[in-house]
């Protein structure tokens, strides 16, 4: 995420703010920009942009639920902005708990789809016969039959909101002995879905896809079932992003392209910041570190992947300093690399498409 800051006073703003905390100035983030913009109220549902009075703005309609604070031009005939109407289904609000679970969820889920629109990848399906575009619906299990699994199906992800519960999502992690677990996460993999759909099979790939992942055309249900009484295979970590990467090739997918958006929005960060490392041990030359350029912008992966690795150690390291475990508890493997830098291809070229 870049770094952002308030009109008026220049104070760093985070993604999440709709008030500037030091002038009280109104802030709300504008998808055309991609910018938080400083806002000047004109009435109590009109307002304009600071540095451009003709821009006329209003929030969006979830402002006063969930304080969404993302931006829609005055005269568009949207209720809601463009990440809160790809919602199907939201939380029972009348549940107590619930409108806060949701505010969670749709903060981790606009994250996401900063990334998608910095990207500049689909939204919308292709005409697939049995697809449909990309929507969220955000369910309980106290409402339903069946226990809700967080998962993507046919365009449609959902998330079960007990996942905004630390301690509920904590137990789970433990259960499933996995080394990472957070809302954030769980967006960012499920709509490796979608995009699997979206850029590897209607995009024409699949043929180089099956040679760095496999075949996906491999039984789906078994070859899950075959992981949770077994495991991953010996020697999975010089193959793959994480042990759940090794159950099937679409996990793989979908694991490898969690992490290329945590890498990416992780050094737009770092690149937003100006952060350099340069160890002072003239020793420690592999860890020097200086991201110049945006990685949104970047064609070849291994430039971003060069800065990456040494910049995780030292978070690695700055979180075990401060008694937490570590920030970035993947290994990137030359095969892993490779995969990231296929993913990383596929969006260059969709995006190139808009230069």
């Known amino acids: 995420m870049r770094l952002f800051s308030c009109s008026y006073c220049k104070n760093t703003l985070y993604f999440e703010n709709d008030r500037c905390l030091v002038c009280g100035t109104e802030i ?62 939201i939380p029972n609000l009348t549940v107590a708990g619930n409108a806060e679970r949701w505010q969670q969820l749709e903060a981790a889920k606009k994250r996401l789809i900063y990334s998608l629109l910095m990207l500049k990848l689909p939204f919308r399906q292709t005409g697939h016969l049995h697809d449909a575009d990309l929507r969220f619906e955000f369910l309980s299990d106290e409402f339903s039959e069946h226990p809700v699994l967080t998962g993507h199906l046919n365009g449609l992800i959902t998330i ?102 945590h890498i990416l929005d992780a050094m737009e960060t770092a690149w937003s910041f100006g952060i350099r490392l340069k160890p002072a041990d003239a020793m420690r030359a592999g860890l020097a570190a200086d991201m110049a350029e945006d990685p949104y912008g970047t064609d070849d992966f291994q430039r971003i992947l060069a800065n990456w690795v040494p910049i995780s150690i030292a978070l690695n390291n700055l979180s075990r300093s401060m008694g937490h475990k570590d920030f970035y508890a993947f290994y990137i493997s030359p095969k892993v690399a490779e995969k990231l830098s296929f993913i990383h291809n596929l969006c260059r070229m969709w995006s190139s498409q808009f230069v």
Request: charged share 25%.
């Open 28 to 89: 709300g983030f504008d998808t055309r920009r991609m910018a938080m913009v400083s806002l000047v109220k004109e009435s109590p549902d009109l307002y304009h942009n600071y540095e451009a009075p003709g821009e006329k703005l209003r929030y969006c309609g979830n402002r006063a639920v969930i304080s969404c604070n993302w931006l829609l031009r005055a005269d568009s005939h949207e209720e809601f902005c463009i990440s809160c109407r790809l919602n199907k289904t």
């Open 160 to 261: 079960n909101i007990q996942e905004a519960d630390e301690i509920y999502r904590h137990i789970t992690q433990l259960k499933m002995g996995e080394k990472y677990r957070t809302v954030l996460g769980h967006f960012r993999h499920e709509s490796g879905h979608f995009y699997w759909n979206r850029l590897v099979r209607d995009g024409g790939f699949v043929d180089p896809f099956r040679v760095l992942f496999g075949n996906e055309e491999a039984g789906y249900s078994e070859a899950l079932q075959r992981y949770y009484e077994k495991g991953a295979p010996p020697g999975w970590e010089e193959r793959y992003i994480s042990e759940y990467a090794s159950a099937h090739p679409w996990e793989d997918w979908a694991e490898t392209w969690a992490n290329y958006l």
